[in-house]
T-cell receptor, first 112, second 110 residues
């Protein structure tokens, strides 16, 4: 089975802190994604990556950056966390040309 | 840009059929998906349909696609309490982006 693992289920951070959310997939997928999920808004794409060291902005990249140094790992970085970044963050991976995206369990981030 | 819309809530009696509707705007969509999210979990793919198909059936699930109206529906027959979840409609026109609706929270009552 494909496994997408997010390093934390719950995080609480202070405003202004630098926050790292880590995601690892074990199926050698080319494409990886970071979404945030908010009630009534569904999932919104923050960034995606189609290869090592490659990244593209999604619909809401402001306040975020990403890093993909190895194929299996895709990190989301909040340079200076703000309260409006309190949300559920979901990582996903997908084989290039494949039909199904596989999701991690999510990280619920609270910024206080 | 892409836009996917679906109603936010559905309440259904156990044993009845559930129908969740979705509309999308991107006429170049290649795949259309239904994902399920149970409490505290990530998203799980339920089923998907190619844009050149009208219908797909998989056990209790039936997906109908009206490409002309850009309308997608998911029917769950004999709805059970374990079907209570958030259901997301999504569409994809390329390899890199899935666009999701806001999600429909389905509540199954006894």
């Amino acid at each position: 089975d494909v496994k997408v693992t997010q390093s934390s289920r719950y995080l609480v951070k202070r405003t202004g802190e630098k926050v790292f959310l880590e995601c690892v997939q074990d199926m050698d997928h080319e494409n990886m994604f970071w979404y945030r999920q908010d009630p009534g808004l569904g999932l919104r794409l923050i960034y995606f990556s189609y290869d090592v060291k490659m990244k593209e902005k999604g619909d809401i990249p402001e306040g975020y950056s990403v890093s993909r140094e190895k194929k299996e790992r895709f990190s989301l970085i909040l340079e200076s966390a703000s309260t409006n970044q309190t949300s559920m963050y979901l990582c996903a991976s997908k084989r290039g040309g494949g039909t199904e995206a596989f999701f991690g369990q999510g990280t619920r981030l609270t910024v206080v | 840009g892409e836009d996917v819309e679906q109603s936010l809530f559905l309440s259904v009696r156990e044993g009845d059929s559930s129908v969740i509707n979705c509309t999308y705007t991107d006429s170049s969509s290649t795949y259309l998906y239904w994902y399920k999210q149970e409490p505290g979990a990530g998203l799980q793919l339920l089923t998907y349909i190619f844009s050149n198909m009208d219908m797909k059936q998989d056990q209790r699930l039936t997906v109908l696609l009206n490409k002309k109206d850009k309308h997608l529906s998911l029917r769950i027959a004999d709805t059970q309490t374990g079907d209570s979840a958030i259901y997301f409609c999504a569409e994809s026109a390329n390899d890199y982006k899935l666009s999701f609706g806001a999600g429909t929270t389905v509540t199954v009552r006894a």
